[in-house]
């Protein structure tokens, strides 16, 4: 609760204002029957014209001042409630930043979209009812019932039937609803995944016509959300019809009950319609009540959604990091022993028994079938996942000692499909580091072979590359990341076959770049291509999680079977 405490401490003034003005408007609602009872008993009874002209002004005042309350009411509920959204919205985003990539695997994507936005809007709904009607209809209730009691106690009595006929009803209700919002949250998650995968990859799915395929399954999971929705809603709809059965429930037994009194002259026309209106601003109050807690059900199927959220163990953070003073000033990188795998129930390692040693400033080349780790293997560098045996150290201190930030800082990944921004090329470029002088964007655009096509365009640097880099080619937008990526001054930089979409006289242009000018700097290149590694100082082979064989290309040429495989099955479809 402590998360929502602190946006109704902040915005005390609209959880303060808001149940005072609804308060105020329901003192109205109690005063408005009474000045009626009396204009039909005292002035159109006894045809006294100015008595009713009078006690009609004041009505009309009256109904004035409870619209101004009213309103004042509901737009202060309004802006408290979003206020409170807002807040924990930030709040969720923030615990999203930290979240590890093994935290996101668990959530998926699209749950986390749907928390933080569909949870949070149902939070949202009911802290709006909530302020509304909190204090109102208790005191609207209370209000009535003294009311009506002081004027009959005898109908009066007829409520208590009704409660917990009412009561029951809505246990019943709350009961079956409950864990049906819960399903239809997941429902959602669901649907958030299907639309995210789908869109982001919508150039695939033209590319391969799969439209209707795609079409197809979103109609399935759209249907399952229908299924479940209307599952947990029709719930509700039985509310609607029970409280207005208690409502002519009461009226007809008031009405049978007093025609006696009535016919008898105990009781006036007029009382008898206030009387009335009490007994259903009684009944009405208790359906608001049930209301905030019908909703309060469904938001606290979401509140446990984000509280999920906001306690996640990040499993990955730098709490006990011992060194988080030191910078990666080298750039040396060892693996000792080390073994992976994503799902920790998994029998198999992803990476099995990893040991390698890779020198400050070497160019590394990794190269293996797909699937075979490579990605892995690099993202244990930045602490992208953490070794669940072993150890990855660099400058001879365990990754896990370092800041994260600071060793994310010194460590740069470009991967093969990177992402690009609405914005200029500089714009772009100076992600890598807000505070790059033109100069600068310069020379890491030359070295990622970028400043030649980049000077072609009609505004050079200040070009806009359109969303997502939607005006460049992909080897284009890789180079781009590239040069991005360099200019963060990393002291290791990996390319995760970020040049695949490059010509190879392009590609072999930015390694001789990079040996030249980023001498001080390790380079690590996963590539498909054995061309693309075959002049690093070391290249690394990997097979099914493990390391097949480590040297230059002439060593492995003659010394590794999986290198052999690869480079003569490569050759054969060039010749
Ligand atoms: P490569 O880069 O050599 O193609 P990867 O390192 O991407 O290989 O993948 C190695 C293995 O780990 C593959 O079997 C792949 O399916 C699996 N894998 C990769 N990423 C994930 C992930 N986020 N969650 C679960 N399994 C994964």
Redesign the pocket.
């Known amino acids: 609760m402590k998360i929502y405490s602190r946006y109704a401490k902040k915005y005390w003034y609209s959880f303060l204002l808001g149940p005072f003005f609804m308060v105020l408007e329901a003192c109205g609602e109690f005063i408005l029957p009474y000045i009626n009872a009396n204009i039909i008993d005292k002035g159109v009874a006894k045809g006294d014209v100015n008595y009713i002209i009078n006690n009609g002004i004041i009505m009309a005042l009256l109904a004035i001042a409870m619209m101004i309350t009213g309103i004042l009411g509901a737009n202060f509920s309004i802006r408290g409630s979003s206020r409170l959204a807002a807040g924990v919205r930030a709040d969720v985003f923030r615990q999203i930043q930290k979240l590890s ?2 935290n996101i ?1 668990d959530f998926t994507t699209g749950s986390l979209i749907t928390r933080i936005t569909n949870d949070i809007t149902q939070i949202q709904n009911f802290a709006q009812t909530l302020l509304r009607g909190m204090f109102r209809s208790p005191v609207m209730l209370i209000g009535a019932l003294i009311m009506s009691f002081s004027m009959n106690m005898k109908l009066a009595a007829i409520i208590f039937l009704v409660v917990p006929f009412l009561a029951l009803a809505i246990f019943i209700i709350i009961k079956t609803a409950s864990p049906r919002y819960g399903k239809m949250q997941k429902a959602i998650d669901g649907l958030n995944n299907s639309v995210g995968e789908t869109i982001t990859n919508e150039k695939v799915i033209k590319s391969f016509v799969r439209e209707d395929y795609e079409i197809k399954k979103f109609a399935k999971i759209n249907d399952e959300l229908v299924e479940k929705s209307t599952s947990a809603l029709k719930v509700m709809l039985f509310m609607q019809p029970i409280s207005a059965f208690a409502v002519n429930a009461t009226t007809l037994a008031v009405v049978w009950f007093a025609g006696r009194p009535i016919m008898i002259g105990d009781m006036e026309i007029g009382t008898l319609t206030a009387f009335i209106t009490y007994l259903s601003q009684v009944l009405t109050a208790l359906n608001f009540l049930a209301n905030i807690v019908l909703q309060g059900t469904r938001a606290a199927a979401s509140h446990r959604r984000i509280v999920e959220v906001m306690n996640a163990k990040i499993d990955l953070n730098d709490d006990m990091a011992q060194c988080k003073d030191k910078t990666v000033d080298r750039g040396e990188i060892e693996f000792c022993s080390v073994n992976f ?3 920790k129930n998994n029998k198999d390692n ?2 099995e028994n990893i040991n390698v040693h890779i020198n400050a400033g070497e160019l590394v080349g ?1 190269i ?12 244990l560098i930045p602490r992208l ?1 953490d070794a669940d045996q072993g150890e990855v150290l660099i400058d001879g201190i365990n990754v896990k000692d370092y800041a994260i930030e600071s060793l994310r800082e010194k460590v740069a990944v470009v991967l093969q499909k990177n992402t690009l921004f609405s914005g200029t090329v500089a714009e772009n470029l100076r992600w890598g580091n807000e505070n790059a002088t033109d100069e600068e964007l310069v020379e890491v655009a030359k070295i990622a072979q970028a400043d030649s096509f980049i000077q072609g365009f009609p505004l050079g640097y200040e070009s806009d590359i359109g969303r997502g880099g939607a005006n460049l080619s992909g080897g284009q937008k890789q180079r781009l990341c590239i040069a991005r990526a360099l200019l963060k001054k990393p002291k290791i930089i990996i390319l ?2 970020s040049t695949s979409a490059v010509d190879t006289v392009t590609d072999a242009s930015i390694r001789k770049a990079f040996r030249e000018q980023l001498g001080d700097t390790t380079k690590i290149i ?1 590539a498909q291509r054995i061309t693309s590694v075959s002049d690093a100082d070391k290249i690394i082979v ?1 097979d099914e ?1 493990k390391i097949v064989g480590v040297g230059t290309h002439n060593e492995l040429i003659k010394s590794c079977m999986t290198y052999q495989e690869i480079y003569y099955s490569q050759k054969d479809k060039e010749e």
């Open positions: 990539f093994e695997d795998r994503y799902f992803v990476l990794i293996g079938s797909t699937g075979s780790g490579k990605t892995t293997l690099v993202s996942y995760d076959d996963i990997l999680g």
